[in-house]
């Protein structure tokens, strides 16, 4: 009787921490989560950005005029990817000493001369930064800016040398719209930065944030199919923002947009796949459509 009772006991312990940790891998929606924590950036990132600002400007203020400076970019909005997201500092500098009658291209150059004793390279895929490399990440990407009266206000734009324009943009409206984001679309945001870079990284880090601002997002929703579920809905919406007569699409040269585009229909595909095979309860076949979408950084099944 006694060995039965003990028997009993033992059959209604909870699992040790170890069982459950051997299970976790085959459950979506921990691949997931083991997914963020590899990418996610800990620890006061915005300090950071800030201290290579301020470093920025020693280093500049003695050869170029700045009218403001301040850091921008996806570290300081928190969707930032762990040792690859730059820094982006904007610098406003004078018009008239620096950037009048200057094309694009030549006002990067002249950032980049303003560092010829530093290692400082117009490498992006934009063509809108100066890229300066420092011994330990994060790097930082300098844009600079020229000021355009409007009305009794002023625009900021900033150089493209790959088109030969000027663009107008408003850095601190997006990070207020990011700021006040949940903490579960700045995952989504993360986890789709991890997939453009797993596939030749077409989509501009800006695009995703705006993409993801356009997304509905269920914060409740723990359902093993919830991920695949979301990934398929942001991609869908990507897809609708890149169409030819959509805004984002005549901001890429036709031969980026049209293999942007392929890779979106190809990971929506792939995530519908997962998000149907979730319902199944077949989540090797959803975890194994998952690492098709993110790679190697996502867990595999088991």
């Not at 009993?8 to 699992?15: G, T």
């Not at 990070?175 to 995952?187: L, P, Y």
Request: net charge negative; charged share 25%.
């Amino acid at each position: 009787m006694a060995a039965a009772a003990g028997r009993a006991q033992c059959a209604l312990e909870e699992p040790s921490d170890e069982t459950v940790a051997s299970l976790m891998p085959y459950l979506v929606s921990t691949s997931f989560s083991k997914l963020l924590e590899s990418i996610t950036i800990v620890g006061d990132a915005t300090k950071t950005a800030n201290v290579r600002r301020d470093r920025i400007v020693e280093l500049l203020d003695q050869k170029l005029t700045i009218l403001n400076s301040f850091a921008t970019g996806s570290l300081v909005r928190g969707t930032g990817l762990k040792n690859r997201s730059d820094v982006d500092v904007m610098l406003v500098l004078h018009y008239g000493k620096h950037l009048k009658n200057k094309t694009p291209r030549a006002a990067l150059e002249a950032v980049q001369d303003a560092l010829s004793g530093y290692d400082a390279q117009i490498v992006k895929k934009n063509g809108q930064a100066v890229t300066l490399y420092f011994k330990t990440w994060p790097n930082v990407d300098i844009v600079p800016a020229k000021r355009v009266t409007v009305g009794e206000g002023f625009s900021l734009h900033i150089p493209d040398s790959n088109t030969g324009s000027w663009i107008e943009t408003d850095p601190a409206s997006h990070d207020i719209a990011m700021s006040v984001a949940s903490a579960r679309k700045k995952q989504l945001i993360r986890a789709m930065k991890c997939w453009n870079e797993a596939h030749s990284s077409y989509f501009r880090s800006f695009h995703i944030e705006k993409v993801a601002l356009a997304c509905w997002v269920d914060e409740n929703d723990a359902e093993e199919g919830a991920w695949p579920g979301q990934v398929k809905h942001f991609l869908e919406r990507a897809i609708e923002l890149t169409e030819p007569t959509a805004e984002l699409s005549t901001e890429y040269e036709v031969g980026e947009w049209s293999e942007l585009r392929s890779r979106l229909r190809r990971g929506q595909e792939l995530a519908e796949a997962a998000w149907h095979a979730c319902f199944r309860n077949d989540y090797a076949t959803a975890i194994e459509k998952c690492r098709i979408i993110f790679g190697d950084k996502f867990p595999a099944y088991g």
